[in-house]
């Protein structure tokens, strides 16, 4: 399948990943709608960050993935979908699991029932690495065990075994994209890397919860990209497909890699308030991405230094964004 021309709904779209993944639909020509949670403010998120002729060609759809009828609205007269939305923050997840479940859940179901209704082309769902808990063996591929140790990562594996139904049931066009820690501009300081950005940038103490776990970043450039191979790639219909850089870091490894990229001295201190539940905690994620280059040639292209000296250059721009001194679930 080529994209180009195609008319695609994009959920999440007011998002990080989904905000990067907008921009790149509307250079490919196409005809884009974006689903964007309402709220009063009529708020468009991050894509009010896209150059005001990206914006001019996308059309806003305010409303909720719980609302059935909502979605089916959304995906009447689109050939694609792309579903990104979802709630993410882990921690809030302990806070409220039925606001998760029921987004993350009955959300996706609602996307699923109406794109098999309304016989959309092709749909890519987005999975998380968090499905997989601490890695048991390294480097994750597709067939490790999935593990719900947070409500967050449960409610993805939900999701994600309804989208597989929905391929075996009833036949619909629909791939899984599974992304390991994405990071770059415009990313809230809910993640890692801008919550050490932005503490780093104003002063010599980083506050920060579990330091010795270990993840697999992606730059956001090739996981926007990665969503692009995976719905032009007939071959990946029906598959689940890990993207990530098949490279760990420890958090204290790449705080301190931060803070000399940035050119300051600084130290770490482990913030219980930040630290998830001991049986919560995913010690350690390292993807293979080894499916994905096979199938549809995927593969990352940007270095962790280069994705980090390009991801500091947004939030020193923008630190009234964020919020440095507060704990961000």
Known sequence: MNLEGKSVLLTGAAGFIGSHLAEILVRKGCKLRALVRYNSRNDRGLLSELLPDIQEEIEIVHGDLRDADCIRHAVQGTQVVFHLGALIAIPYSYVNPRDVVDTNVTGTLNVLMAARDHGIERMVHTSTSEVYGTARYVPIDETHPLQGQSPYSASKIGADKIVESFHDSFNLPVSTLRPFNTYGPRQSARAVIPTIITQALVRNQVRLGATTTTRDFTFVEDTARGFISIAEADEAVGGTFNIGSNFE????????KIAGLIGTDIE??????????????VERLWASADKAASKFGWKNTVTLDEGLRRTID?????LGRYRPGEYTR
């Open 268 to 281: 770490i201190i482990e913030d219980r308030n930040r630290l998830r539940p001991e049986k919560s905690e």
């Open 249 to 256: 870091i420890s958090i204290n490894d790449l705080a301190l």
């Open 314 to 318: 947004w939030p020193s721009h923008n």
